[in-house]
């Protein structure tokens, strides 16, 4: 298809099969576009000319379609509803995701071109794909009170399970509310915030490295995440395994449950928790943490890291990767001399 002219939404019914998809989707105009039904693309949307507004419905671009065009303020995907852009991925047992750019904005009373950027640098793809939209007012979960974006970021995925991630969010200078300098970004997982880097106020970008799960992202003030982990690492001399993570600061934090699943344990989600490290409290100050997980079998393990507030909240830090305690490569019997027997 090739749309343009004025403002015009798509009705629903126009193709007589919704779940199967089009071919190609040119899009060159100087007015909206709307989608008035869920639309599925199997080939290249290009992106010419135009805003291409979701509403209520999803895009969902198939394994084998691509984006062409120059994605900018005034070629993009326009998002504030319940509608996100789908992008499905190619299946793989051990999954990689290279850099996907998706090119969403809003609307609000003239177009806000704010992309995200994601990879998945390991974890299992299975019939997956990732969505998003964006929406451009504060997030209800944010109690930031005088340095905040006024813009979030709604991230899911299906089908991607034990991965680790990248993130690079666009914003704008006029979603800064108090000072930019103060803006965190922040992943909402439900419950509480994961504090992630702070904001990059020469590009006016939110980043988040290792990340282990998609959900709100946004920015805020520090204060209203609780603990900020700078790194979580392990080592390993012989069967033992030790773990050290770093606080640069603290908020109310009470102190920290060690869980671990061995690799048959967490397929199934069977995390046991093996330890706990009290916590500094309240402080400004970078802490240093340990904890030995000791006298292992041979296998493949799992660590992550159950922060728990004074007040009862808590969140999850993962630790990236596996952590492997291995068997010897080979056997050898050697001669015990001068005793031949041995």
Known sequence: GNVSGSAFTIPQGTFADP??????????????????????LSGILALNRGLLVLGNNNLNLATTSTISGTPSVNNMIVTSSAGELRKYFVDNTNGLINSFTFPVGTNPSSPEYTPATISITSGVISSAYIGISVVNTKNTNNT?????????WNISQSGISGFTGDVTLQYLPSDVV???????????????????AKANTSNHTLTGTGITSFNVFTGGQESVLPVHLSSFTSTINLRNI??????NSEINNSGFEVERA?????????????????????????????????NLQTGKYQY??????????????????????????????SQNYPNPFN
């Open 144 to 152: 930031s009170a005088t340095d905040y974006l006024n813009r979030y």
């Open 178 to 196: 108090g000072n930019e300098n103060n803006i965190f970004a922040g992943l909402f997982n439900g419950t509480s915030w994961n504090l992630l």
């Open 242 to 247: 030790k773990l050290n993570w770093v606080t």
């Open 304 to 333: 992550r890291l159950k922060q728990i507030d004074h007040n009862g909240n808590y969140q999850y830090y993962n630790l990236n990767g596996i952590v492997e305690v291995g068997t010897p490569v080979n056997y050898n019997l």
């Open 262 to 294: 061995g690799n048959w344990q967490q397929a199934t989600g069977n995390w046991e928790k093996i330890g706990y490290i009290a916590g500094k409290g309240t402080t400004n100050s970078p802490t240093n943490y340990v904890f030995e997980d000791r």
């Open 19 to 40: 779940a199967l998809p089009i071919n190609n989707f040119s899009l060159y105009r100087t007015n909206a576009l709307t989608l008035g039904q869920e639309l599925n």
